[in-house]
């Protein structure tokens, strides 16, 4: 019984039995292969060639449902497209397709970049546990969803342990790893892109795409986000997530991150405070990346002053674990701050302010304070607050500091930041989707805003905010107007059966990102 369910006769099972030896490491997508029945929407072709039978793609339902699920208790809401559509609709059981809830379409709004008419069903107050998949007369029937209040466990899960899947440098065991298992990689020594003659160990970290490549700045911005869902809602991350470092009495995502942390040290060149920019993997079309050799590019200034921010804000972070390490982390940072400040003025890079604002959070060092009222004096502040990632993540650092801080300029910030979310929000209630950005390759723009209303939320709670940011969890997973998972590939319809750009949890800043969304939902 498919979970995409159309009028008449069940349709025809195909099955392929695909046999994967696994020769590399890269970043892994996430999910199980999945075989299952096809309504019949779906059209079956053979290709002689190949001796299989390909299936070309099913027709996309006009049910819109978040094909993840909705948390029991949690407000629940489903999209209609078109026109002519019936007064109600049908809540039916999965496994006997009885139905067990009727609501009413309503709410109809014109969507003016699709050029359609879409409607709303909304089942709030029904609240039992389980499988189901929406049905009405004309439109048909959506895909399978899930009622549960872990609904987003399985998800958060995963997007937390990819990064553990990519880890460079060691042997992925079955027990931890399952079928992403693999012996170990770039373990030779690397050579320096600029001097071949000259060897420097780079092993470790986490391979960024699918080209085992490890970026320093991208993985900074990914400790920088995880680091922040941490701090914002720590009872979300437990030590008993299945890797390695569980049970050590620090939570699994601070070891994960750690991980990154002691790579991206063997990146700084000690005698000069500088960090290489990335350690990229040099292979042919035909070479196994995880036997390819390593080159590491040179010094550069992007890379030093992301590498000083976030090690400024993980010995923070990770003071009330190792005081020694956290210590050692921030001796690192400060290395590079002044590698950085011999070679540009701080207070005309927005990467320097956030670095200021974690080396300041850390330290209390006035230095670091100069350089933020540098920034603050600029009648451009409160708008490079607004648009730059870097000046955000400083600015909310700063309000975040028990160090002495000037109140109005605080005050400024939180203005601006309140004055940025009511704008994502205004775009959201705007939008037939209830996101502010609705082109499916842009995700990582709608998880940055969704950010943004998770912070506000931390800091000045509303039922609004809440409910908003868990729209954006509903549009990623399905309700939106390709009606794709856009997260992972473990459902129904996914990114991979679309075409789209890869699912969410295969690209590492926006998984980052990702958990931000999920652990602000179930804190």
Request: glycine share 6%.
């Amino acid at each position: 019984m498919t979970w995409f369910r159309g009028k008449g006769k069940h349709g025809i099972w195909v099955a392929l039995l695909i046999v994967v030896m696994l020769t590399g490491c890269t970043w892994h997508g996430s999910g199980v292969d999945a075989i299952t029945d096809k309504g019949e929407q779906d059209q079956v072709k053979s290709d002689p060639a190949l001796g299989l039978s390909i299936e070309t793609p099913k027709t996309q339902p006009s049910i819109l449902v978040d094909q993840n699920g909705y948390r029991t208790g949690a407000e629940k809401m489903i999209i209609f497209r078109g026109e002519g559509l019936p007064k109600q609709f049908e809540i039916r059981r999965v496994k006997d397709d009885a139905v067990v809830y009727t609501g009413s379409i309503k709410d109809r709004r014109y969507n003016q970049s699709l050029d359609e008419y879409d409607s709303y069903g909304y089942f709030t107050d029904f609240q039992t546990d389980g499988q189901y998949y929406i049905h009405a007369d004309v439109v048909g029937s959506s895909y399978a969803f899930t009622i549960s209040d872990d609904v987003y466990q399985k998800i958060f899960n995963t997007a937390c342990k990819q990064f553990y899947l990519n880890r460079c440098g060691i042997a992925l065991t079955e027990e931890y790893a399952g079928k992403h298992s693999h012996s170990v990689c770039h373990s030779s020594p690397a050579h320096l892109q600029e001097n071949q003659a000259k060897e420097i160990d780079v092993i470790g970290g986490w391979h960024l795409n699918e080209k085992s490549d490890r970026d320093v700045a991208t993985g900074c911005r990914v400790i920088d986000n995880l680091l922040l869902a941490y701090e914002m809602n720590p009872d979300s991350f437990t030590d008993a997530s299945d890797i390695p470092e569980s049970g050590n009495g620090i939570p699994d995502i601070l070891d994960e991150v750690k991980y990154e942390t002691d790579w991206l040290q063997k990146m700084q060149d000690p005698s000069s405070g500088g960090v290489y920019a990335a350690a990229v993997t040099l292979q042919a079309d035909s070479t196994n990346p995880s036997q390819a050799e390593v080159s590491v590019e040179p010094v550069n200034d992007t890379a030093t002053i992301a590498f000083a921010a976030s090690m400024a804000r993980f010995s923070y972070i990770y003071q009330n674990f190792d005081k020694g390490y956290a210590t050692k982390c921030l001796q690192a940072s400060d290395l590079a701050w002044q590698y950085y400040t011999s070679m540009e003025k701080a207070s005309e890079h927005p990467q320097a302010f956030a670095a200021a604002a974690e080396l300041y959070r850390a330290t209390g060092d006035r230095k670091y304070e100069k350089v933020l009222t540098d920034f603050f004096r600029k009648a451009s502040f409160t708008e490079d607050f607004r648009a730059d990632d870097s000046m955000f993540m400083g600015g909310i650092t700063y309000l975040l500091t028990s160090q002495p801080v000037n109140v109005q300029t605080c005050s400024s910030i939180m203005k601006a930041l309140l004055e940025k979310t009511e704008q994502i929000v205004d775009d959201a209630n705007r939008d037939t989707w209830y996101v502010s950005e609705t082109d499916g390759t842009k995700t990582e723009q709608m998880l940055s805003d969704m950010r943004c209303l998770t912070v506000t939320n931390h800091v000045i709670y509303s039922h609004e905010y809440t409910a908003m940011i868990e729209n954006y969890a509903h549009y990623l997973m399905g309700r939106n107007p390709g009606a794709v998972n856009l997260v992972d590939d473990t459902t129904e319809y996914t990114w991979r059966d679309s075409k789209t750009a890869a699912g969410v949890i295969s690209q590492p800043v926006e998984d980052a990102q990702l958990i931000i969304l999920i652990s602000a939902i179930d804190s």
